[in-house]
């Protein structure tokens, strides 16, 4: 008997419900986070990428479950409106999700284990309570940092117990590495995110000018901030940072512009989408700034593929 094979159509549903065009914005934050505490790619990092994509993917799946009301009523072609995707369904892919990412970093060590639960935690709070409240920004940023924090927690073994009066989510010298990036990376997602609240309505030139500034300070900042790892980068690395930090610029910049001189729905939408995009080369320029310049070309690679699919699936 030959296997049975899912419908395309609903292939389709699932490819939209969990964004998956989205997805070459994660490796990118554990990759750049392992380049600040100048570590390289290895098992326990590859973990925190899988934890990262599997918590990412948890995140998409209950947006939607929990949206799915005002989805009906601003877009009800969505997968659970639309009835493509049964919220039941929706729900229970984010739970089996959340379980695998969790699974994933309890096997790279105690510590990615602790930022990851803290990640995973955020995530839910974000989708279920703080999403549609003033905290709804800070809550997204502060996801994105942690994990890019994860990667660098997964640079160290992480075996040792920490001392009793220790917090949980006690600050190691690889965290501390990388909270410059986790810094950067969490102002370029509270702005794309504030941008977002408004994507359905548009109406208001604050949130895509702020982001605008935001999105040029990051890149003077990533442009001109000194390795973590040498204070004496070569030519060819000072060459990756300003490459990566350019295509940052010209991937989220003209965007955010047009947004802010027309904040009609569909300029919102556009700059939202090339917002998300733009975590890429801004992952990349992190990771060449940090000594990696080799890893920011890789990270780069991924751009005109999320580019692409992007024209099939939306990453909004």
Known sequence: MRARTPHPGRLTAWAELLRVSALFTVPGDALAGAAAAGARPHRRILLA???????YEAGMALNDWSDRDEDAAERPHRPVPSGRISPAAALTAASALTAAGLALAARAGRVPFTVATTLAATVWAYDLRLKHTALGPAAMASARALDLLLGAAATRPGTTPAPRTAPALRATPALRAALPQAGLLAAHTYAVTAVSRQETRGGSTTAPLAALATALAITATARGATSTVSPHRLPAAEATVA???VAYARTVLTPLLHATLNPSPPLTQRAVGAGVRAMIPLQAALA??????GTGLALLGLAPLARRLARK???T
Do not use: D, E, K, Y
């Not at 990428?49 to 918590?55: A, E, M, Y």
């Not at 060449?288 to 310049?293: E, I």
């Open 243 to 245: 490459f990566t930090a």
């Open 49 to 55: 990428i899988g934890t990262s994509l599997c918590l």
């Open 288 to 293: 060449a700034r940090a000594g990696a310049p």
């Open 313 to 315: 699936v939306s990453a």
